[in-house]
């Protein structure tokens, strides 16, 4: 017995429907797949903006405490009141100021308690993918929950006990000799 052709145009609509839909579902998916990937990697990008304009503001609040007690007997160190302070002539410090790259805004200014800026921070609360291998300069980053905890000042929280640090007595070089 001959099935009618109706019959056969009806299945024949119902398997393409349902190909038009895998094939929509399928798409869907990859492209949520890539748009986490490309996030991702537009998140490391703008992780390395940061790290790269933070140190950079780092040593340049740095340069401009050396720079301001050169020749001078002070107390502790000396810091700009604003970041367009570490741009000007005749010696800049800093290029230019930069923005926040994470949060596209000005910095989050770090206080001295003697007055001036003595860091900045990202206003961003988002979790860094980051979380090892930092430079030498912002090894302190290692293991902190946000990018509002990347702070980037001087003095360098990296640096204490390598430099800038007293030497206690009787530890200093030469001192093995002295106990022969």
Known sequence: MRRPAAWLRKTEAGFSYLMVMMAVTLMGLLTTVAAKQWQTMVQRELELDLLGKGI????????YSAAA???????GEVYPQT???LTRAPKPFL?????????????ELVRAPTGGIMGVRSKSKLRPIKQNNFPSTVR???GK?????WVFQHPNPSQSG?????????????RELLAK
């Open 56 to 63: 950079e503001i780092q040593s340049a609040l740095a340069l």
């Open 69 to 75: 007690k050169a020749g001078r007997v002070t107390q």
């Open 83 to 85: 970041l367009a302070e």
């Open 95 to 107: 290029r230019k100021v930069y923005l926040d790259p994470l949060s596209h805004s000005e910095w």
């Open 140 to 142: 302190h980053f290692q």
């Open 145 to 149: 929950p946000t990018h509002y905890d």
């Open 162 to 174: 390598v430099l800038g640090t007293a030497i206690p007595p009787g530890a200093g070089p030469g």
